[in-house]
């Protein structure tokens, strides 16, 4: 759907910053794919204004579990989507938050991001799926809301999926979603 706002929060040491240059790279991040002109630092804040996208800030001092977290939440006209990200170390960073799911993963390379419902089975029905159509899964995390409720499963994969692929991911049952994402 079309973006019509991004709230960018800064939790932790990271709020005690100028965090512009933070803020113009989200939007930058967010735009590049969707437009067909040139998005860059400078021009970023003006093409979201002008497409009416409402970009707000906000910082506090504490994080939680982390000395630092910057969460990414946009609304777009269907739907609200969030991530959040930490550093652990200097060159250590992580996904820490899908919407409400609390994962961990290192964003690089391919992540099959899947939507399912937290039933038995899930992990060996993906894992098969992909094994026969040799995918080689690297990694994994998992989060839910509650158990037998809605659940998140990423996979870092070595390797990128077709879409024929994906479709049959898509179908799959207790599945409810499913996005290949290259970062």
């Known amino acids: 759907g079309q973006i019509l706002q991004v709230d960018i929060r800064y939790h932790g040491q990271v709020a005690d ?27 970023a804040s003006v093409l979201a204004k002008e497409r009416g996208i ?3 800030e906000s ?10 977290l910057i969460q990414v939440v946009v609304r777009t006209d269907t739907k609200k989507i969030g991530v959040a990200g930490t550093l652990f170390t200097r060159e250590d960073t992580r ?29 060996g029905q993906i894992g098969t799926l992909l094994g026969h159509n ?33 479709q049959e991911i898509r179908k799959a049952k207790n599945i409810l979603d499913a996005k290949l994402i290259k970062l």
């Open 59 to 68: 910082k506090s001092s504490s994080a939680a579990h982390y000395a630092n």
């Open 95 to 123: 996904i820490v938050m899908i919407d409400d799911f609390n994962v961990e993963v290192v964003p690089e390379g391919y992540i099959l991001l899947i939507g399912n419902k937290d039933v038995p089975g899930i992990i």
């Open 17 to 43: 910053y100028d965090t512009t240059a933070m803020t113009l790279a989200v939007i930058k991040g967010l735009l590049t794919p969707i437009l067909a002109e040139n998005v860059n630092y400078v021009n």
């Open 134 to 166: 040799q995918i080689n899964i690297a990694g994994m995390t998992l989060g839910r809301d509650k158990p037998g409720g809605r659940a998140t499963t990423l996979l870092k994969i070595d390797s990128a999926i077709s879409e024929q692929v994906m």
């Open 54 to 56: 409402k970009i707000t």
